[in-house]
Each structure stands twice: as structure tokens, then as C-alpha cells.
């Protein structure tokens, strides 16, 4: 059985939680090269790390989007959890930052959605 220790508060703390859905089609419908496409998102990761402070976490996944328009579409979603104490600057960094990648990508725009969320960090007890 895992000891756990057993915070002195309930141990929730509110966070925002972005995530960026980003083809890798261009607004041809060509597919992006590998190359183009992992710098890209490698400098959108570290600028998000860098300007969101100690607390974000940065998360990316494969994934396929499917829509009428695009049809099946290769996808990357980034995931990120940050502060909510600075929400308005996490906001804006948010949108500039998509926005760039959106441009060095070629592509018409990525979608970025806003939730709210408790997170909990489970850590086992030290011996």
C-alpha cells in the first residue's frame, strides 16, 4: 500500500487550461514539412514556457482533426496549464503567440480554447 500525505488544505488550485488545435495543412491544403512544422511548434512551446512563468506546464499531442471543410488533417494539440492569477496576461500571451504560429505556419488561424480548471498534484509521502 502507498502512504500518501494528506495536504494541510484540500489541495485544489484553480488553474487555466489552453489548448491549441494546429494542422499541418497550410491554407492550401498542402501538408506542412516536418521541419517547417516541429520548429514552429518548438518555438511556440518555449515561448509559452518562458513568458508564462513557473507554474505553466506544456503538454503537446498527435492527434487527427476531421471537419467538413479540411477533411482529415493531421493535428497537433498543445496543451497548457498556467496560473489563473495573471489571466490577462496569460490571454494575451496566448493569442500573440497562436497568432504568430499561425502566421510562420502559413495558415489562415488556429483554434485555442479557455477552460477553467481545479488541478490537484498527487505526491506520494517521503520516507
Given amino acids: 500500500m502507498i502512504e500518501t500525505k494528506t495536504p494541510a488544505h484540500?489541495?485544489?488550485h484553480e488553474r487555466l487550461f489552453y489548448?491549441?488545435?494546429i494542422g499541418r495543412l497550410d491554407r492550401d491544403k498542402k501538408e506542412l514539412g516536418r521541419g517547417l512544422f516541429n520548429r514552429?511548434?518548438?518555438?511556440?512551446?518555449?515561448?509559452?514556457?518562458?513568458?508564462?512563468?513557473?507554474y505553466t506546464t506544456v503538454r503537446s499531442l498527435e492527434a487527427k482533426g476531421d471537419t467538413l471543410q479540411w477533411g482529415a488533417e493531421p493535428t497537433r494539440l498543445i496543451l497548457v496549464i498556467a496560473d489563473s492569477?495573471?489571466?490577462?496576461?496569460v490571454d494575451s500571451r496566448v493569442a500573440e503567440l497562436g497568432t504568430v504560429a499561425a502566421r510562420d505556419l502559413?495558415?489562415?488561424?488556429?483554434?485555442?480554447?479557455?477552460h477553467r480548471l481545479n488541478?490537484?498534484?498527487?505526491?506520494?509521502?517521503e520516507d
Fill in 85 to 89: 492569477a495573471q489571466e490577462k496576461w
Fill in 19 to 21: 489548448i491549441f488545435f
Fill in 106 to 114: 502559413r495558415q489562415d488561424e488556429i483554434w485555442i480554447t479557455k
Fill in 10 to 12: 484540500d489541495g485544489w
Fill in 119 to 125: 488541478l490537484f498534484a498527487a505526491r506520494p509521502s
Fill in 40 to 54: 514552429v511548434l518548438l518555438r511556440l512551446t518555449r515561448a509559452l514556457k518562458s513568458s508564462l512563468g513557473a
